[in-house]
């Protein structure tokens, strides 16, 4: 992932020598069409979120009663709170780029007070007036429905599925890394996963749909949705950890076993602090997907939110995710406000894989930069 | 997980290796890794044996030849003709390649030797993540703002009173182009920047413009990485399903036009399966159909990964 790129025109400075005549038009219809491409698409995201952000903050009429609904405050606790935080957490990062003496432990310690406090009063005291949007109950016959149990349960998936992928998946990854001995397993590993990956997804679903719901009669579930996902995001993270794990450097892991440690201490403490920081971006790029998937969910976890049941931990109910909602608004929906809802349900995913994308490139760099601080750590 | 293990096991690793245990702990994460990798080579035979058997069940149910040779798809008669499908999956794939693969390519190109540096990344993160966005949302998007100008284009095309509208191949191979592209584009920028400064370098010296050198040289030279990259996005497109099941209308016939309502193999199963009970004809057909799609996807991808593996650059 950061292979070093060779810089064009570094030595000869060829984007200084420009064309002549016809070249010197083809190259400019080539920027004009990367440029047009790229605006375009830039274009599309900011309308996105310029047209749902406006349905979220405008929603004003709930329409289901939203009381007597079990864990309703806490998901409404927690939706504020992590709102709140989030603000708090813009301030304070750019109020220390503005003022560097903020960069201190005094200062860290701060704004890390600061986000609680603001995380702590935006829960207890702003839950009530949220932007209703996001908290409302989904409705498929009246105008004002809102996404409240889909954000949860989009959040729960990516928990549920995380839980199953992170363990078998750095596992499998350390096992190819350090521990085969056998090069035809090593090899048959790689073409499972390799087969996995290209797998068409309706295929995941089909499958999660014959074994889970089916077969072991677990009904349209959550569990059956997060297993089929923990398997769609195996390739990924297998294939990500084993490349941060070879990428740790060979006379750390040496220094730990002339030291006495065997080998497995030497991967538990050294090999995988070391690179924990590409491990957790790779888990990171696949909470996005988790957010983006629809087929396989739609097979095996359902189209419905059931009122009693909505914001429920039992992993064995079904229900639907942002991006399932988002579908089943527009194929299946009769509400006359449903352009209004997929904006609406269409921003918040949008924010929420930009988020988990930014997150993960920013988790990996954290693995580039400061390899001294990891390394001492890994080695204390 | 893992860091908390070392963190939590630390004291308690100590503690054992000072009583001779250290080496149950030893077997015990030995066994649990192992366990891991063979998790991963036991579930990809489950999926695609399941996947396999019913399929194959279905096929010898209604046979091979219906299932790839006749155009009737009605499941509620007993007819599952899959050459609709088929078509449709082909097609729609296909037009997406061509309308999207070729920009992504050459906007690539440009990128990495003619963008000024401060445009590299931004261009880059945008790709990142409109290629991380969900495909429903990519779906919606041309349902409301494609599909109706796709219907005012063919009825233009084809008058005011034809039988055609904005569902259909046209729009499918329009939105999963457009869907493709910034994957094809991350894919393209990647295989162009493998291509070594030396070559670059060389042609240059050899008196070539720096697009004769882009054209000539590091095209050419990462041609593969291209190919790749291209085939990727097809593999990517034959297998979506929601998006397309948005706009490609439903109709199971073989389209007349590409302005007239068709469907996919994807579509079709996401739509069939919510009415089949399993182990019925229907649902065994539909299967069948997923075999089929993934035998086209897994050609693909077999044909990449014989590409680049013989990767040189």
């Known amino acids: 992932m950061n292979e070093a790129r060779p810089t064009p025109g570094s030595s000869l400075a060829l984007h200084t020598r420009r064309g002549h005549g016809t070249e010197r038009f083809i190259l400019r219809a080539l920027a004009v069409g990367a440029l047009a491409i790229a605006a375009a ?10 047209r749902g952000g406006m349905r979220v903050v405008s929603f004003t009429s709930y329409a289901t009663p939203l009381d007597g609904i079990e864990g309703e405050e806490r998901m409404r606790f927690g939706l504020a709170a992590t709102l709140f935080a989030a603000a708090a957490w813009a301030v304070s990062s750019s109020a220390k780029r503005l003022v560097p003496s903020l960069e201190s432990r005094a200062g860290r310690r701060g704004s890390r007070a600061f986000i609680a406090l603001a995380a702590l009063v935006g829960g207890l005291f702003v839950r009530d007036h949220l932007p209703r949007f996001l908290i409302a109950l989904p409705s498929e016959t009246h105008a004002g429905g809102g996404v409240g149990p889909e954000i949860f349960n989009t959040l729960y998936f990516a928990v ?11 596992g499998a990854a350390v096992y190819i890394a350090r521990f085969a001995k056998s090069r035809p397993f090593v090899s048959t590993v790689r073409t499972a996963l390799d087969t996995l990956a290209s797998l068409p997804s309706i295929v995941y679903g089909l499958f999660g749909f014959l074994v889970f719901v089916v077969e072991m009669k677990a009904g349209y579930s959550l569990i059956a949705g997060a297993l089929v996902l923990a398997l769609v995001n195996l390739p990924l993270v ?3 950890a084993e490349e941060a794990i070879r990428a740790v450097p060979r006379e750390l892991e040496d220094g730990s076993l002339a ?3 065997t080998q497995v201490q030497t991967v538990l403490r050294v090999t995988l602090p070391h690179a924990w920081p590409g491990i957790l971006s790779a888990l990171v790029l696949s909470i996005g997907r988790v957010f983006a998937e629809s087929a396989p969910l739609i097979m095996t976890a359902g189209t419905t939110i059931s ?11 079904g229900g639907e995710t942002l991006a399932v909602h988002l579908w089943y608004v527009n194929s299946a929906g009769l509400s006359p406000d449903k352009a209004d809802v997929s904006a609406g349900t269409a921003a918040v995913l949008v924010i929420l894989v930009a988020l988990t994308n930014v997150l993960a490139a920013r988790i990996g760099r954290l693995g580039g930069v400061d390899p001294g601080r990891r390394a001492a750590r890994a080695t204390r | 997980m893992a860091n908390q293990m070392t963190a939590d096991s630390r004291a308690e690793l100590g503690a054992l290796r000072a009583q001779g245990g250290g080496r149950i702990v ?22 695609i044996a399941f996947l396999a058997k019913t399929g194959i069940k279905g096929i010898r149910e209604v046979g091979l030849a219906q299932i790839i040779g006749h155009v009737v798809w009605k499941p509620e008669a007993g007819l599952f003709g899959g050459v609709p499908l088929i078509v449709g999956t082909l097609i729609s794939a296909a037009g997406a390649v061509v309308l999207g693969a070729a920009p992504a390519v050459f906007a690539a190109a440009w990128v990495t030797d003619f963008a000024p540096k401060s445009l590299k990344t931004p261009f880059r993160r945008l790709f990142e993540i409109t290629s991380a966005v969900p495909s429903v949302v990519y779906g919606w998007l041309a349902l409301s703002y494609l599909v109706p100008l796709m219907d005012r284009l063919a009825h233009r095309l084809y008058g005011e009173d034809a039988q055609v509208g904005g569902e259909g191949l046209a729009s499918a191979a329009m939105l999963l182009g457009v869907m493709i592209v910034p994957t094809v584009t991350i894919l393209s920028l990647d295989a162009l920047a493998r291509v070594p400064q030396s070559l670059r370098d060389a042609s240059a010296a050899l008196g070539a413009s720096p697009l ?21 996005g097809f593999a990517r ?44 004809p229907e649902s065994d057909a539909l299967y069948a159909m997923a075999l089929v799609l993934l035998v086209l996807s897994s050609g693909v991808v077999l044909i990449t990964r014989g590409l680049s593996a013989r990767r040189s650059l």
Do not use: H, K
């Not at chain 2, 030893?26 to 990809?44: E, I, P, W």
């Not at chain 2, 004769?212 to 990727?232: D, S």
């Open chain 1, 41 to 50: 698409y830039a274009f599309a995201l900011l309308f996105l979120l310029v």
């Open chain 1, 160 to 170: 549920l599925s995380t839980a199953v992928t992170l363990p078998i998946g750095v």
């Open chain 1, 259 to 261: 030291l006495g440690a």
């Open chain 2, 237 to 280: 497109a034959a297998g979506e399903t929601m998006a397309v099941q948005m706009v490609i209308g439903g109709a199971r016939q073989l389209a007349p036009n590409a302005f007239a309502p068709t469907t996919t193999i994807s579509t079709q199963i996401v739509m069939d399966m919510q009415n089949a009970m399993p182990g019925t």
């Open chain 2, 26 to 47: 030893d077997a015990l994460v030995r066994l649990f890794v192992l366990v891991c990798g063979v998790f991963v080579v036991v579930s990809t035979v489950l999926v």
């Open chain 2, 212 to 232: 004769q050198t882009a054209f000539r040289v590091v095209i050419p030279g990462a041609w593969r990485g291209l190919l790749v990259a291209v085939f990727y």
């Open chain 1, 238 to 240: 297998v294939g990500v």
């Open chain 1, 307 to 317: 009122r009693s049941t909505a914001y429920s931990l039992d992993p064995f109910r």
